[in-house]
């Protein structure tokens, strides 16, 4: 018998089986072309199903190009190796900039005028990690200084240890500490695990704690 009969006690369901479990049917051409036109019917229904949502998504879909001159935003990935608690709040920037576009790379590709900050990163960027500035009067940027990361990552950097408390479970208690990070507001500080932050952190705990 086959490894599922034996595992479950019944016959698997397959399309050269599509009968109800306890039945015995001998394959013929009839059953061949039942299966046949049932594979047929399955496919008809994804492809349908697939149009339906490729529909949806060109009704949202926007061709996104840039020309020399224009400046953009960069977007940028977070990796962090604390877990959250009672996470508030965006707390991780996901632009940066803005940048002046420097010359066009084939179809979806430009390069960026970046900071000296930024000469370890490669200066060509997809279009898609790319966000349009529209300046304004009454917008004033503010730089950011962030240290990115070869493939335009970045760590946040706890500065502040703000505050305790313990969290009470059915069988142990959790340690948590308030963090303040760097370039964020007081909105933003967050609950961490006290083991954690020691661990990684421990310049931010003083001697008598």
Known sequence: MA????????????????????????????????????VRTIRRRLSEAQDRQKSYADRRW??????????????????KGVKRFGLKGKLAPRYI???????????????????????????VFHVSMLRRY??????????VSVVLQPDI????IP???????????????????KVGWQHHSDEEDTWELEDKMRAGYPHLFTEGE
């Open 97 to 123: 900039g803005h940048f002046q576009i420097l010359e066009r790379i084939g179809a979806v590709a430009y390069r960026l005028a970046l900071l000296p900050s930024l000469s370890g990163v490669h200066d």
């Open 62 to 79: 926007r061709p996104l190009e840039f020309a020399v001159g224009d400046h953009v935003f960069l977007r940028v990935s977070l990796t």
């Open 159 to 177: 500065i502040l240890i703000l505050d305790h408390k313990e969290r009470r479970l059915r069988n142990k208690t959790i340690r948590l500490v």
């Open 134 to 143: 529209v300046p304004h009067p009454s917008r004033v940027l503010t730089d």
């Open 3 to 38: 490894p599922y009969e034996e595992l479950y006690g019944r016959s698997c369901r397959s399309p050269t089986l599509w009968v109800e479990v306890g039945e015995s049917q001998i394959l013929g051409p009839q059953s061949l072309q039942r299966d046949a036109e049932m």
């Open 153 to 156: 990552s970045y760590e946040e």
